[in-house]
């Protein structure tokens, strides 16, 4: 009798073993050389739009009654508050 249940017992422990290894998640399956190329393509698109977006713009060139050519930026940086001076320092030379 006792050997009935352990062959039983054998039995359903081998049975669910198969069951118990396909409930383990899969790998996922690796993406294709297509997937890949489009993401490769998209992250480079984007930063050549930042880099681009950062870079300074300038309105066309004019000139001025003196002859000098004068290109204006289009989005000037902000002007700090208070002017950069230099020291005067003693004993210089003033031109």
Do not use: F, W
Not at 5 to 14: D, G, K, P, Q, R
Not at 21 to 42: H, I, R, Y
Not at 60 to 82: C, F, H, M, Q, S
Request: charged share 20%.
């Amino acid at each position: 009798m006792r050997l009935q249940i352990l062959t039983l017992c054998a039995y359903v422990i081998l049975a669910t073993a198969p069951a118990a290894a396909q409930s383990v998640s899969p790998v996922p399956p690796e993406p294709s050389a297509t997937e890949l190329t489009m993401q490769g393509l998209t992250k480079l698109m984007l930063g050549l739009q930042r880099m681009v977006e950062e870079l300074p713009r300038y309105g066309l060139p004019e000139i001025t009654e003196n002859g000098d050519i004068v290109i204006r930026r289009v989005d000037p940086k902000p002007v700090p508050d208070a002017p950069h001076t230099r020291p005067s320092s003693p004993g210089g030379v003033d031109l």
